[in-house]
């Protein structure tokens, strides 16, 4: 059973690594999707002007090749069992060439700064690996 279950481990390890190639004229890329509530506990909100600010001091000069912010309006659970509603900011980063390790090391210390700056518990950021074309 064990060895059956160690066979079964190694063939799903290997699906899970297995990517299809990319298209012409695309390279493999890891696509990164950070969400940076704007909550503050006991606070006001962070402000357009605060989100400027780190978006400019930190941000950027860490991923001065580009970036992508949009605005999002986000929701989870609180440990009271509560919907906890928020606005937010998802910055979107496309770092070809990177492993997830590699764009994970280049975005916490963005997360760190976040949270240490305005009081958050967290950023959720989504790494993917997909094909990209510029």
Same mark, same amino acid.
């Given at each position: 059973?064990?060895?059956?279950?160690?066979?079964?481990?190694g063939?799903?390890?290997?699906?899970?690594?297995?990517?299809?190639?990319c298209?012409? =004229?695309?390279?493999?890329? /890891? *696509?990164? #999707? !950070?969400?940076?509530?704007?909550?503050?506990?006991?606070?006001?909100?962070?402000? +357009?002007?605060?989100?400027q600010?780190?978006l400019?001091?930190?941000?950027?000069?860490?991923?001065?090749?580009?970036?992508?912010?949009?605005?999002?309006?986000?929701q989870?659970? =609180?440990?009271?069992?509560? /919907? *906890?509603? #928020? !606005?937010?900011?998802?910055?979107?980063?496309?770092?070809?060439?990177?492993?997830? +390790?590699?764009?994970?090391?280049?975005i916490?210390?963005?997360?760190?700064?976040?949270?240490?700056?305005?009081?958050?518990?967290?950023?959720?950021?989504?790494?993917?690996?997909?094909?990209?074309?510029?």
């Amino acid at each position: 059973m064990r060895a059956a279950a160690l066979v079964l481990a190694g063939l799903a390890a290997g699906c899970a690594g297995a990517e299809p190639p990319c298209p012409a =004229g695309t390279q493999r890329a /890891i *696509v990164a #999707e !950070a969400y940076f509530g704007r909550a503050v506990r006991g606070g006001a909100p962070v402000s +357009d002007a605060q989100w400027q600010d780190f978006l400019d001091g930190v941000v950027t000069p860490a991923f001065p090749d580009g970036l992508t912010v949009v605005d999002g309006a986000g929701q989870w659970r =609180g440990p009271d069992a509560r /919907i *906890v509603r #928020e !606005a937010s900011k998802v910055l979107t980063l496309v770092m070809p060439g990177a492993t997830a +390790d590699q764009a994970r090391a280049r975005i916490l210390p963005l997360e760190q700064a976040w949270t240490a700056r305005h009081q958050q518990d967290s950023v959720l950021t989504v790494y993917r690996s997909a094909c990209v074309g510029f």
